[in-house]
């Protein structure tokens, strides 16, 4: 399940990433293309499309995320806590028999 959901956010992120390439911030972009405001795909409407596309796309995109993270597998997780605290109790820390002892101080 959690790979299906990762895998369609990539969809929607490369689509999402299409349409805003598509898109002019300047007003341009496809709706610059079509002169005639009576087309089926007009400027006025082509422009509208697009802009509605990027928020259901962002959409869209924020809800998988959340899904996806609501559907991580836990085992992974847990194992990987695991590991790491096993690794970290191998770690002893170094005990110094006897005091380190500086030159000189002997000569005292």
């Not at 990762?6 to 999402?16: T, W």
């Not at 928020?55 to 847990?78: F, G, M, Q, Y």
Request: glycine letters at 6%; proline letters at 5%.
């Amino acid at each position: 399940m959690y790979t299906f959901i990762v895998i369609l956010i990539l969809i929607v992120c490369v689509l999402l990433a299409l349409v805003v390439l598509v898109q002019n911030s300047k007003g341009g972009g496809l709706a610059a293309n079509f002169s005639a405001p009576t087309q089926v795909l007009g400027a006025r409407q082509s422009a509208d499309f697009i802009e509605k596309a990027t928020w259901w796309l962002a959409a869209i995109l924020v809800v998988l995320c959340l899904v996806a993270t609501v559907s991580i597998p836990k085992h992974h997780a847990e194992d990987a806590i695991n590991t790491e605290l096993t690794t970290a109790g191998d770690l002893s820390p170094v005990q110094n028999a006897s005091p380190v002892a500086t030159p000189g101080a002997d000569q005292q």
